[in-house]
């Protein structure tokens, strides 16, 4: 079965610092994806990649850089951490074009306090 | 630019009632549409989508999704309904030949009552 970790599953963070959440896939997927989700909302896209050492700016990137090193490894990084970040994360994977469902991690709670 | 609508914020049924979330999509050609369901505390899991050919299609769990070209909408069914039924769904599009990722709708809170 497709498989998305994310890595630490909760973090509590201080104003002003330097925040990396990790997403690992072994779906052998060419697509991942970066969420958040405030309580009570939906989900916003924040990056995207479709292939190793590239990433695409979805649609709420201010604050966030991702980084892609491998088909496998995503990673959201908040170079200065604000209070307007708390939120959960989501990383997510597809296969390549074609209409390929998503598959979602257990998400990442984080607190900016 | 591509959109998602789920205009019912919540919908409240009781258990062995039919149930019928909506979604409605902007976007000129035909895309690929999704739900997700997002159980209290959990991530989210695929249910169904729509890529071509027969207008309503199967998924998970017992449910189905209609789509209609004519008024740009794919609405999430299910009878009856039940208890654990209960969560949030969410509607997505994916724009067809085409490198941008899924968006999705708000999402819309069900709550069956026993």
């Known amino acids: 079965e497709a498989a998305v970790t994310q890595s630490p599953r909760s973090k509590v963070a201080v104003t002003g610092g330097k925040v990396t959440l990790s997403c690992h896939q072994t779906?052998?997927?060419?697509?991942m994806y970066w969420y958040r989700q405030d309580t009570g909302h939906g989900l916003r896209l924040i990056h995207y990649?479709?292939?190793?050492?590239?990433?695409e700016k979805g649609d709420i990137p201010d604050g966030y850089k991702a980084s892609r090193p491998s088909q496998e490894n995503f990673s959201l990084i908040l170079e200065l951490a604000s209070l307007s970040q708390t939120a959960v994360y989501f990383c997510?994977?597809?296969?390549?074009?074609?209409?390929?469902?998503?598959?979602f991690g257990p998400g990442t709670r984080l607190t900016v306090l | 630019a591509q959109s998602v609508d789920q205009p019912d914020a919540h919908v409240t049924l009781y258990e062995g009632a039919s149930l019928e979330l909506r979604c409605s999509y902007s976007y000129s050609a035909a895309p690929y549409l999704f739900w997700y369901v997002q159980y209290p505390g959990q991530s989210l899991q695929f249910l169904l989508k729509y890529i071509t050919g027969d207008a309503v299609v199967k998924g998970t769990k017992g449910f189905e999704a209609e789509f209609r070209k004519s008024n740009s909408s794919f609405n999430l069914k299910k009878s009856p309904a039940h208890w654990s039924d209960s969560a949030k769904y969410f509607c997505?599009?994916?724009?067809?030949?085409?490198?941008?990722?899924?968006?999705f709708g708000a999402g819309t809170k069900l709550t069956v009552k026993p």
């Open positions: 997510a994977s597809s296969v390549l074009r074609g209409g390929g469902e998503q598959y």
């Open positions: 779906n052998n997927h060419d697509y």
């Open positions: 997505a599009l994916e724009v067809r030949n085409n490198n941008n990722a899924p968006r």
């Open positions: 990649s479709y292939v190793a050492d590239s990433t």
